[in-house]
């Protein structure tokens, strides 16, 4: 993904033109070339498993503190888990289900009768679905989402339907607080595929 960049001169944020005092950066993020001011962020960058910070430009700096966030409190949310109504369309039975994230978060595990694994990379929409809308635009709540993904070993579609349940032995709130989580996940995931 490093850009080569014998070929860049200058600054690609404010166009100062590298020399002996102006130095050139590389973010290790973009791999684009900067000067020391465009590029003096040091920040840890979780995807590519660099434990100490690393140099990194202005936007990239934004966009890794966010996944570092994401990374500490959205991750717990995900792993812990969370109890589901599932319907693996197009079949009409639902089944309850415990989904969480893997350990080593590529995968949801959905556990019930069945047991489903679904590759995380293969996750090609998340929409969350919200109670509680009011039209003059009260507290929305998730409750339940559409989750469409790939089939392993195929170009084929896929979609599931998670619907908070309403018994008593399902904690509504721990439910929706795994909604936000996965939802914030997805956004991260389309941010970092539109680089
Ligand atoms: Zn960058
Ligand atoms: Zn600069």
Partial sequence: MLVTCSHCPRCMQCETKFDFITRKHHCRRCG????DKCCSKKVPLPRMCFV?????????????QKETEFYDRQLKVLMAGA???VTAEPSEKSETMVCRLSNNHR???LDGGNHYEIEVARISSVQIL????TPGGGNTRANGMLLQYKVSGSED???MKFTSCEDVNCNKKLSASWLAAMHKAAKLL???LDQ
């Fill in 190 to 192: 389309y941010e970092s």
């Fill in 130 to 133: 919200t109670e509680g809308f």
């Fill in 32 to 35: 684009k070339c900067y000067c």
């Fill in 52 to 64: 100490d910070p690393v140099r990194q430009c202005a936007e990239c700096a934004l966009m890794s």
């Fill in 107 to 109: 995968y949801l595990f």
């Fill in 157 to 159: 579609f896929k979609q």
């Fill in 83 to 85: 109890t589901f109504l």
